[in-house]
């Protein structure tokens, strides 16, 4: 059972396949994969508590599990992995490189030049906003809830680039975003493309997730520096269990497991 919905789904599910498994891809939403989907590959969509994994696990005789979600889909790794330990079956997980510099020792915030590291969301809504300038979040949709009630305490602007898909633009609404505090595109987008949003919106401070190069993460860091603004990275949540930067890694631990 292969987990993903994100950029790294179809390249892991056509090596697992290549390698001779046979892969049931789950993902959470119906958003369209990246890349031309396998064939052979089963494919399930919807999101899944423990018990879910757990059933589906069973129901399908599932043996390995492999979690190649979102670096910050912790929610879904911490499910899976729990279900794996039920089932004690083998859970691995496929962690993207990071494109910014490894992140060690530091509890709190870590200040490197223009860039400053939050532990979590609500951490890197007050640090944003203490810069007391515009702020672009580049974050997705879920964890808008901190930044919206400090921009709005501040009176400062707040605009928020997500997805061009329905569910993202509603998520932004029950925020209580408005139509010019939202920036609807479909990424991962270039240097220029990043400075054009930031000229536009008066941005002076931008807020990241370490998504990696399928995040855009690179190109958003080099256009905030080119653009004079500030830059807020939220560390990534540490994944249970073992996890691999590489597919061939990943087969190797697979194989290994047989």
Request: proline share 6%.
């Amino acid at each position: 059972m292969l987990l993903g919905g994100t950029s790294d789904a179809i390249p892991i599910a056509r090596a697992l396949l290549e390698a001779g498994f046979r892969v049931l891809l789950s993902s959470a939403t119906s958003i369209p994969l990246r890349g031309v989907f396998p064939e052979g590959v089963q494919h399930r969509v919807g999101g899944l508590d423990s018990l879910g994994f757990f059933q589906i696990i069973g129901g399908e005789k599932i043996e390995w599990v492999v979690d190649a979600t979102h670096p910050y889909a912790a929610e879904v790794s911490a499910n899976a992995w729990k279900a794996c330990q039920q089932a004690k079956i083998p859970y691995l997980a496929f962690d993207r490189p990071s494109d910014i510099s490894p992140l060690s020792g530091v509890s709190v915030v870590s200040t490197v030049n223009d860039l400053q590291w939050a532990e979590n969301h609500e951490q890197a809504a007050v640090l944003a906003f203490s810069f007391q300038r515009p702020v672009l979040l580049t974050i997705g949709v879920r964890n808008l809830a901190p930044y919206v009630e400090i921009a709005r305490k501040s009176s400062l602007r707040l605009v928020a680039r997500v997805l061009d898909h329905p569910a993202s633009i509603a998520a932004c609404v029950k925020f209580g975003l408005n139509a010019n505090e939202i920036i609807a595109a479909t990424g991962p987008f270039s240097e220029q493309e990043n400075v054009d949003h930031i000229f536009c919106n008066e941005i002076n401070v931008l807020v990241t997730k370490d998504s990696g190069e399928a995040g855009g993460t690179a190109a958003k860091i080099s256009a905030a520096r080119n653009s004079g603004c500030r830059i807020v990275v939220v560390q990534r949540p540490p994944r249970p269990g073992m996890a691999y930067s590489t597919i061939p890694a990943l087969l190797i631990a697979l194989h290994t497991s047989i």
